[in-house]
């Protein structure tokens, strides 16, 4: 729980021990002998006995209750609910790079991630349009955007492993099946200066008219998959600040042993890392979620996850209207109790 006006909390606690100062000042100074005087004169008279101490105290507390309840609504709570949610596209930038051979993922990473993204794929509402860009030292999208299951897992079928990670020409060649206006020229796709000719050539990518707070573009997603670092192509990192631009979010799923593993390669061996500071900053600079998988179950698990938080998202609502109806409903209570025993309201 959070509050919008957090501030006026310390109202509480200061109406806490002005009561506590009320209740011990009222106990010293009503003695036991007028009480007893009155006790006796009400028992003479015929009238009702004394109150018990649960109906003396009750009334009271329901009151204070009460206020405390109205004062913590000033400060205007919230709760982080989680709501349904649905995604028209879904792109699945997929890592073909050799290094998804390695079989620290069992069969290896390129057939856990298979077998993972079809499940991930079965599992989404029939109207989700989902799209398979496949990245290596290049990228493409090899299915676009369709409501079709059986295009897309025959898609996934045919992946072939190449060389090279570029997870940031994926990732824009993602942004333009989603965004199909998205202006880029892939020639000089590297967002660091390109020389030709003793000139520079910087990336030329056409900004959008008007930027969307991260995260808040609701109609499509971006589910990444890797198992290293980008070797070549734009730098990611810059890619991501281009989605957050337009409220897109990247989920990230990081796929390997975070020891690595050798990998051989054209007479070429080599230890392959997952650069897992990466995915991260990519998913928390769109408001995204980063998954780790180190084996099959976990990658499964991890596009489960995914699926559950495209479905369902979590939003900060404001309850501040329940503080006051519950303290609402508690003053009336006392009021009835008071009113009942004591034909007066405390």
Request: glycine share 8%; charged share 20%.
């Amino acid at each position: 729980m959070g509050f919008i006006w957090p501030e006026f909390l310390w109202m509480v606690p200061i109406a806490v021990l002005l009561s506590i100062g009320v209740m011990l000042w009222h106990r010293r100074n009503i003695g036991k002998s007028k009480l007893s005087k009155y006790v006796g004169l009400v028992s003479q008279q015929g009238l009702t006995a004394r109150p018990s101490w649960l109906q003396r105290h009750v009334p009271p507390c329901l009151f204070f209750m009460a206020f405390i309840l109205l004062l913590v609504g000033i400060a205007r709570p919230t709760t982080e609910l989680s709501l349904p949610a649905r995604y028209d596209t879904v792109i699945l930038a997929v890592d073909v790079s050799g290094s998804m051979k390695a079989t620290d993922v069992a069969p290896d990473r390129i057939g856990a991630a298979k077998a993972a993204i079809r499940k991930f794929v079965e599992q989404q509402a029939a109207t989700t349009r989902i799209g398979v860009v496949a990245f290596a030292s290049t990228a493409a999208l090899v299915q676009a955007p369709t409501a079709n299951r059986t295009e897309v897992l025959t898609a996934i079928d045919r992946l072939q492993l190449q060389g090279g990670t570029a997870i940031g020409s994926g990732l824009l060649i993602s942004l333009k099946a989603i965004f199909p206006a998205f202006e880029l020229d892939l020639g000089t796709a590297d967002f660091e200066p390109k020389k030709d000719n003793g000139a520079n050539e910087p990336l030329r990518i056409k900004p959008p008219t008007t930027t969307a707070p991260p995260g808040s573009y609701r109609s499509a997603a971006i589910v990444l998959l890797t198992d290293g670092q980008a070797t070549t192509g734009p730098d990611p990192i810059k890619v991501a600040h281009v989605a957050a631009d337009r409220g897109l979010r990247i989920f990230t799923v990081g796929i390997g042993t975070r020891e690595g593993q050798i990998v051989s390669e054209s007479g070429w061996s080599m230890r392959v890392f997952l650069d897992e500071d990466t995915l991260q900053r990519i998913a928390h600079i769109t408001h995204g979620e980063y998954f780790y998988a180190g084996n099959e179950a976990e990658l499964t698990k991890a596009y489960s996850k995914v699926t559950a938080t495209i479905f369902f998202e979590k939003k900060e609502l404001e309850v501040t209207a329940l503080f006051v109806a519950a303290a609402a409903i508690l003053a009336v209570i006392a009021a009835l109790l008071s009113m009942l025993r004591f034909n007066r309201i405390f």
